[in-house]
């Protein structure tokens, strides 16, 4: 007679199985609390806990499950069984005091207060203190984004907006270190943003009626010129919640999410305003329409685009477009007449290339930065911070093959006029057949 002998289980298999059990429910309750922050708009707070929790996307809740759903479903069953509900939550107990001991010091007396002395003084007589008192403590100023939970915008959204608002919370930037110092050059540009910007945001009370904010800015100029560095500039100054936006966020596969997600972009906007949203290669997105071979969607995007410029479902705040643009003359009329203010971003003058070759090599050129503003006439700031690379990248080449040889690796950022010259050879600009063309666009079609 055959049959299947139950043998006991070995305690060593007893506690694997226990352990495999434990660490199986920690991981479920540690992808809940995960799924819990995300529909509660804590992104910040999801992302740092998928982090130390090194959570990966190889699970996922289910969607019929949730904390909440087992919360209910707990407190139905303790009602049931106990007749009263759960206690989840009670109040903090105060910190114990420690009492004190025996031989516990008793505390000096503070020294008496001098007596001032008060003398009396011609009333001519002026009394001015030595030491400054201190001044009343400005409050710092708290940005929209850290002030408004995204919970409360979200209220009872579908699982579908949740999703975009998820997106585009990824594009808000935070206020970079980058100041208008930092920018050499550009002091027309800098004070047409300062007063499309900057200042209305700061003294809203002046920019009302016919003098009301514009809605959008475009800096077109040829590759290199500063356009994206001026806007990272402007979110810093104006404390704008920054959302830098990039067309593959707002573009998708699928019929409709387009035209859902800039509607969504403009809500967010409008939430936390003041708000810029900062659009790099506009042309991408807002070409010119009745083009040949345009797609359906394209065109549905452009005029959601176009229609949430506008404002007509009227929100409320400042909701800004600042855009950036290599080849201003595709972008579609209709949104170039939403881009109030047209502004150049020419390339560098003489004087300007001269403080960046100071700027990259720290004063290394001395008295020849002259000669090589000379030599680079028509080469853009970014052409520029090349030449010194690769003019430091000279010195580290002769340093690589002695490497690892018992030679010290310590590089040197000295550079000799003759290394940047051949740097300058080398490096040919790209910008410099553009910049003409872009003048003639700006006299026919600029604003600024």
Known sequence: ?????????????????????????KRILRYLVHSFLKNEGLFHSAETLAEEAALTGEYEVCDNIDLDII???????????????PQFLRPAAPAPRRPPTRHARPKPEPPPAKETLELELPDTFTITPLVKQESETIPE?????????????????????????????QDIIRPSGVSWDDIKGLEAAKSLLMESVVYPVRYPEVFTGLLEPWRGVLLHGPPG???????RAVAAESRCTFFNVAPSTIVTKWRGDSERIVKVLFEMASYYAPSIIFVDEVETLASERGGAGEHE?????????LTELDGVSGRGGIVFLLANSNMPWEIDPA?????????????PDHKTRAELFTLYLSGAVGAHVSELASRTE??????????????????VRKMLPNMGRGAPNQRKDRVDLSAILTAIEKTKPVSKNLAKRHEEWQNETGCS
């Open 1 to 25: 007679m055959s049959g299947v002998i139950n043998r006991p289980m070995s305690q060593m298999r007893k506690m694997e199985t226990k352990d495999s059990l434990f660490r199986a429910r």
């Open 71 to 85: 919360m209910q479903d707990y407190t139905s069953y303790y009602l049931s069984r106990f007749n009263k509900p």
């Open 141 to 169: 100023y708290i940005p929209a984004i850290e002030r408004k939970p995204l919970s409360a915008f979200l209220g009872k959204a579908s699982p579908e907006k949740k999703a975009f608002v998820e997106a585009l919370y």
């Open 225 to 231: 010129t500063g356009k994206t560095l001026l806007a």
């Open 297 to 305: 969607a394209s065109r549905r995007l452009k005029a959601q685009l």
């Open 335 to 347: 949104m170039l007449r939403r881009l109030e203010k047209r502004i150049h971003i020419p390339l």
């Open 378 to 395: 028509g080469y853009s700031g970014s052409d520029i911070k090349l030449v010194c690379k690769e003019a430091l990248m000279s010195g």
